[in-house]
């Protein structure tokens, strides 16, 4: 046996070290990033929650702080989701309290984070009071997006708040990047998708489009074990 495996790899004594390493190297990468984005075989169908989105209050895009200017997300999100999308720019913290008893399904916050605390125009609202504002006042919210740099922190501690999920970034978020990731989400969402698979499509292309780490800030936490859907009305 030992004889037959010399003479199947005796060809490689023609090549130099260094190539036969990065030979190995470029093979060792190439199954790495075919494990993480390569689609996974069909499994069985599981049976998900399907929220029902309100035509009026499906979504709901919160800017505040330096980024109340811009609302990029929001223009975004309009244009994938095919359907009302509401805004509230420069939002101050009474404005979220308001807006979580309308009965949103999703609330994406495009903030600034600092350390563990969310920025909003009157003032740092702390991860541990964005749960308890979370879980107070609204049970129709399904997901709540963090777009924002370092945003990790706050999502852990969403995990207390009674939403499904949420979805943050482990990193710095580049504005283009971010723009592609949630034009595919939205999209992908609004067409029924489940989230988990809306979200590893996003992952996916926008991987294709920049790179495999830019793709790999976005985060997502599901609390529940049963899949999201979310179903227009």
Sequence with gaps: MIDKLKDAFSFLAAYPPWVIACSVVLVAGTIALLAVFHPKSPRAASPSVVVRADATHAILVVTAGELQTRLSDFETIRKAWRGPVTAIPHAKKQDL?????????????????????????????????????????????????????????????????????????????????????????????????????????????????????????????????????????
């Design 97 to 233: 309290i308001d807006a979580l008893k309308q009965k949103y399904s999703i609330i994406h916050l495009e903030v600034e984070v600092r350390g563990d605390s969310v920025l909003f125009d009157d003032g740092p609202i702390s991860g541990e009071q964005l749960t308890d504002l979370f879980r107070i006042n609204s049970k129709d919210v399904q997901l709540v997006v963090l777009s924002a740099c370092q945003s990790f922190q706050i999502g852990k501690a969403l995990e207390h708040s009674g939403v499904a999920a949420s979805l943050v970034a482990t990193s710095n978020l580049a504005v283009d990047v971010a723009s592609e990731f949630y034009r595919v989400l939205y999209s992908e969402l609004g067409r029924g998708v489940p989230l988990r698979d809306a979200f590893e499509r996003a992952k996916i292309e926008t991987a294709t489009r920049y790179n495999v780490v830019f793709a790999s800030v976005f985060y997502l936490s599901e609390y529940g074990v049963t899949p999201v859907t979310f179903e227009k009305s």
